[in-house]
């Protein structure tokens, strides 16, 4: 008995060979598979082959093309397979709801009718199509196998196309044929391998970017949606396999479906269970907002913010638009004529949370988006032009030495000659191009002239780090005759970095690409006592870099704000008390910039720092006394009060170093 297969290097397609070749034939019929294939695909056809253990002197490779009549076939190609082929399989289709519709028409429609020809050419016995679920369209109800024309809902490229190519088939009269309608396709149920993400999969960035923001138990607010109906590729081509082979069955069409599907929220979860993400606990039935017009769900829908935040969420989460309709799929299949040809072969639909783990393991280690996305800090600066603010020494320096060593062409600003011009030599003898700028960035007139001079020298900056800055711990009763303090906290952490993005800002525009990273402070999600000077300064520059992003993203321009816990820096040095406190080092700091020029969020921050803040907006009384229990707790430092005798004298207690522990990272 001999088969010829088109679609064998897909995915259901390499299985069904598998399982062709699993047929023992005799010595007068070895069972030949015969596999079309288009010439630039043989390579590919012989990994596949490699991979899944194909017995080769039983698969006969056939050159064609699948857009040429009879496949391309030529007449000696055509004579060779006259009266031979038993079973004509045809599974070369397009499943991707993102393809051009032009495409999806050559490749399901054209595609099926150059098949059809081929198949009466060589007299093949019986053609069997792959059809989909999808041929339904929408339907809203229960579609049997033996409906077709009933289809709604066909406005979508792929259902119209899926739908139409299974015509052809319906209409053929010079060949037996038989139908398959299988379900939305997911991975083998004992291995988890899949090609490529579709169906359920989109949604699996979703569930990973929530198991890293929440705790697993953690309760969330989702969506009921309709059913979805999932099959394991495994089921699929037993199934296929199985009927095609039985009598009797000519001219009938069969649903490889799940008899008993899920709702898109109870996938979600499973899914969610599977990857060690919060589920949903609380679902909403998008029906219940039938009761607003269409019309104007369709004017919320298309206005520019809404279709904007729209399309950013779809992008981050990597879904396309076109699965959003499926979410309220309505179509539910009957599958009485499958069940009644499988009966008592023990080929069922595996429940999806028996295999589901496997699908979601496969995918995180071969499948997820983030696997192949360049990471790598040198792939995101190098020869890119990186201006670091206090850059000699601390923060500034461990970051210049890393974004030196990846290739940036690394630009560092501090007001020390010395000290700066030591630290550039120091990169520049490890191989790195490295600028150094002396300028005292509390100085306006100074600041304008830094960036008079870089960008003459350099053209443009593409990513500005406000590393600089200058921090005081001081309580308010202290402050009452020390009004400067607030002023030069402002002059410099706010009024300097604001001049630089300024300065740099239009270049930015111009070239409609730039970064800007500012180095803010926990203590403003904290609220931090005897901070208010720096606090201050530091949320001033929160506040315009969150006004600005809503101007300037649409340019190009990203901002992003690290709410730095506590680095033991020369900055925190006159408070000894910070010796005995859990502190970052220089280069662990330096690597939540490296964080930030990577991946350009609009935040980063330490889980406590997002507490607190939330904490505060919930219930601010209560967060009060915490805030009140700290600055008792803390006293003014000697160096605050003016003691330089003091200084050396000072030892934190057991209760702050334990307070100080638990609140890991807040300025006290």
């Given at each position: 008995?001999?088969?010829?297969?088109?679609?064998?290097?897909?995915?259901?397609g390499?299985?069904?060979?598998?399982?062709?070749?699993a047929?023992?034939?005799?010595?007068?019929?070895?069972?030949?598979?015969?596999?079309?294939v288009?010439?630039?695909?043989?390579?590919?056809?012989?990994?596949?082959?490699?991979?899944?253990?194909?017995d080769?002197?039983?698969?006969?490779?056939?050159?064609g093309?699948?857009?040429?009549?009879?496949?391309?076939?030529?007449?000696?190609?055509?004579?060779?397979?006259?009266?031979?082929?038993?079973?004509?399989?045809?599974?070369?289709?397009?499943?991707?709801?993102?393809?051009s519709?032009?495409?999806?028409?050559?490749?399901?429609?054209?595609?099926?009718?150059?098949?059809?020809?081929?198949?009466?050419?060589?007299?093949?016995?019986?053609?069997h199509?792959?059809?989909?679920?999808?041929?339904?369209?929408?339907?809203?109800?229960?579609?049997?196998?033996?409906?077709?024309?009933?289809?709604?809902?066909l406005?979508?490229p792929?259902?119209?196309?899926?739908?139409?190519?299974?015509?052809?088939?319906?209409?053929?009269?010079?060949?037996?044929?038989?139908?398959?309608r299988?379900?939305?396709?997911?991975g083998?149920?004992?291995?988890?391998?899949?090609d490529?993400?579709?169906?359920?999969?989109?949604?699996?960035?979703?569930?990973?970017?929530?198991?890293?923001?929440?705790?697993?138990?953690?309760?969330?607010?989702?969506i009921?949606?309709?059913?979805?109906?999932i099959?394991?590729?495994?089921?699929?081509?037993?199934?296929?396999?199985?009927?095609?082979?039985?009598?009797?069955?000519?001219?009938q069409?069969?649903?490889l479906?799940?008899?008993?599907?899920?709702?898109?929220g109870?996938?979600?979860?499973?899914?969610?269970?599977?990857?060690?993400?919060?589920?949903?606990?609380?679902?909403?039935?998008?029906?219940?907002?039938?009761?607003?017009?269409?019309?104007?769900?369709?004017?919320v829908?298309?206005?520019?913010?809404?279709?904007?935040?729209?399309?950013?969420?779809?992008?981050?989460?990597?879904?396309?638009?076109?699965?959003?309709?499926?979410?309220?799929?309505?179509t539910?299949?009957?599958?009485?004529?499958?069940?009644?040809?499988?009966?008592?072969?023990g080929?069922?639909?595996?429940?999806?949370?028996?295999?589901?783990?496997?699908?979601?393991?496969?995918?995180?280690?071969h499948?997820?988006?983030?696997?192949?996305?360049?990471?790598?800090?040198k792939?995101?600066?190098?020869?890119?032009?990186?201006?670091?603010?206090?850059?000699?020494?601390?923060?500034?320096l461990a970051t210049?030495?890393?974004?030196a060593?990846?290739?940036?062409?690394?630009?560092?600003?501090?007001?020390?000659?010395?000290?700066?011009?030591?630290?550039?030599?120091?990169?520049?003898?490890a191989?790195?191009?490295?600028f150094a700028?002396?300028?005292?960035?509390?100085?306006?007139?100074d600041?304008?002239?830094?960036?008079k001079q870089?960008?003459?020298?350099?053209?443009?900056?593409?990513?500005?780090?406000?590393?600089a800055?200058?921090?005081?711990?001081?309580?308010?009763e202290?402050?009452?005759?020390?009004?400067?303090?607030?002023e030069?906290?402002?002059?410099?952490?706010?009024?300097?970095?604001?001049?630089?993005?300024m300065?740099?800002m239009?270049?930015?525009?111009?070239?409609?690409?730039?970064h800007?990273?500012?180095?803010?402070?926990i203590?403003?999600?904290?609220?931090?006592?005897?901070f208010?000077?720096?606090?201050?300064s530091?949320a001033?520059?929160?506040?315009?870099?969150?006004?600005?992003?809503?101007?300037?993203?649409?340019?190009?321009?990203s901002?992003?704000?690290?709410?730095?816990?506590?680095v033991?820096?020369?900055?925190?040095?006159?408070?000894?008390?910070?010796?005995?406190?859990?502190t970052?080092?220089?280069?662990?700091?330096?690597?939540?910039?490296?964080?930030?020029?990577?991946?350009?969020?609009?935040?980063?921050?330490?889980?406590?720092g997002?507490?607190s803040?939330l904490?505060?907006?919930?219930?601010?009384?209560a967060?009060?006394?915490v805030?009140?229990?700290?600055?008792?707790?803390?006293?003014?430092?000697?160096?605050a009060?003016?003691?330089?005798?003091?200084?050396?004298?000072?030892?934190?207690?057991?209760?702050?170093i334990?307070?100080?522990?638990?609140?890991?990272?807040?300025?006290?």
């Open positions: 008995m001999s088969y010829f297969v088109t679609g064998a290097t897909g995915f259901i390499r299985y069904l060979v598998s399982k062709l070749l047929r023992k034939g005799t010595a007068k019929s070895p069972g030949l598979v015969h596999v079309l288009r010439k630039d695909s043989q390579k590919k056809l012989e990994a596949i082959a490699r991979k899944m253990g194909w080769m002197k039983r698969v006969v490779v056939v050159t093309d699948m857009t040429a009549p009879k496949c391309g076939l030529s007449a000696a190609q055509l004579r060779a397979l006259s009266g031979k082929v038993k079973h004509f399989f045809h599974l070369a289709a397009v499943y991707d709801l993102t393809a519709a032009e495409s999806q028409r050559k490749a399901n429609i054209d595609g099926t009718a150059h098949a059809l020809e081929l198949a009466v050419a060589i007299k093949a016995g019986c053609f199509h792959t059809s989909s679920i999808a041929a339904a369209g929408l339907y809203p109800g229960v579609f049997r196998e033996d409906m077709f024309d009933e289809a709604e809902g406005d979508d792929y259902l119209r196309t899926k739908h139409d190519s299974e015509g052809l088939v319906r209409n053929e009269k010079r060949i037996a044929w038989r139908i398959y299988p379900g939305m396709v997911v083998h149920s004992q291995t988890g391998e899949m490529k993400i579709d169906g359920p999969y989109y949604f699996f960035t979703f569930l990973k970017k929530l198991r890293e923001m929440l705790p697993p138990w953690m309760p969330t607010l989702g009921e949606g309709g059913r979805i109906n099959v394991p590729v495994d089921f699929v081509v037993d199934a296929m396999d199985h009927i095609a082979h039985k009598s009797k069955l000519d001219g069409c069969f649903h479906t799940d008899p008993e599907p899920m709702r898109v109870e996938v979600l979860n499973t899914f969610a269970r599977a990857g060690h993400a919060p589920e949903m606990t609380m679902r909403i039935d998008a029906r219940m907002f039938a009761f607003v017009p269409s019309g104007v769900r369709g004017a829908g298309n206005l520019p913010p809404v279709r904007r935040f729209i399309g950013m969420l779809l992008r981050d989460f990597k879904i396309p638009k076109e699965t959003l309709k499926f979410i309220t799929y309505p539910r299949f009957d599958n009485r004529e499958t069940e009644r040809a499988l009966k008592g072969t080929i069922t639909v595996p429940p999806l949370d028996s295999y589901a783990w496997r699908l979601w393991d496969y995918w995180e280690r499948l997820d988006p983030d696997l192949f996305v360049d990471r790598t800090l792939g995101k600066v190098r020869n890119k032009v990186v201006v670091i603010t206090g850059g000699s020494s601390g923060i500034g210049a030495e890393k974004v060593a990846a290739g940036a062409v690394t630009i560092i600003v501090a007001r020390g000659e010395e000290e700066l011009f030591k630290a550039r030599d120091a990169m520049k003898a191989g790195g191009k490295v700028y002396t300028a005292d960035l509390a100085d306006l007139a600041c304008d002239r830094l960036v870089v960008l003459a020298e350099h053209d443009h900056v593409d990513i500005l780090i406000n590393n800055g200058r921090s005081i711990r001081r309580s308010i202290l402050s009452y005759d020390r009004f400067h303090d607030f030069r906290t402002m002059q410099l952490n706010y009024f300097g970095s604001l001049r630089l993005i300065g740099f239009p270049k930015m525009t111009e070239r409609r690409r730039g800007i990273i500012n180095i803010s402070s203590g403003v999600l904290a609220s931090s006592p005897r208010s000077a720096y606090v201050a530091k001033a520059l929160d506040a315009f870099s969150r006004c600005a992003q809503g101007e300037l993203s649409g340019k190009g321009i901002f992003t704000t690290i709410n730095m816990p506590l033991k820096t020369p900055m925190i040095a006159p408070t000894k008390m910070y010796d005995s406190v859990p970052l080092t220089p280069d662990e700091a330096a690597d939540l910039l490296v964080k930030a020029i990577i991946e350009k969020p609009s935040r980063i921050a330490t889980r406590l997002i507490f803040a904490l505060n907006a919930v219930a601010p009384k967060y009060e006394v805030m009140n229990t700290a600055f008792e707790l803390f006293p003014d430092s000697a160096a009060k003016g003691d330089k005798k003091g200084i050396k004298d000072e030892q934190a207690s057991n209760e702050q334990a307070f100080a522990a638990v609140m890991r990272g807040v300025h006290w």
